[in-house]
């Protein structure tokens, strides 16, 4: 099976704190295709957390939904922003 192609909304505390670790160790069943954050430091601090080329990013998570390599994502969002985010992204496929 092909690892899932997974775009990351948020790269906060969040993702760095209690998503990353896990995902870390998983390695083998996702590829990090796109991620998105409107603060560009936080970004940039993730992609090296990630090993991730900035040529990935995007400040509005409406471009990474639209890319064709993104199978899945991950909302990493401050909790009043997830149902505007996921509903979003379940309008988007």
């Known amino acids: 099976m092909p690892p899932i192609r997974l775009g990351i909304i948020g790269t906060g505390l969040a993702i760095e704190l209690l ?9 083998d069943h996702f590829q ?13 601090a993730f992609a ?5 080329s900035m040529d990935n ?5 409406a471009d990474l939904l639209r890319r064709a390599d993104v199978d899945a994502v991950l909302i990493a ?3 009043p922003l997830l149902y505007p985010a996921t509903a979003r992204c379940a309008r988007g496929g």
Do not use: C, M, V
């Open 77 to 79: 969002l401050p909790i």
């Open 19 to 27: 998503h990353w670790p896990p995902l870390s160790q998983q390695a």
């Open 48 to 52: 090296r957390l990630a090993g991730l």
């Open 32 to 44: 990090i295709t796109a991620f998105s954050n409107h603060t560009r430091p936080k970004a940039e």
């Open 57 to 61: 990013y995007s400040a509005d998570f």
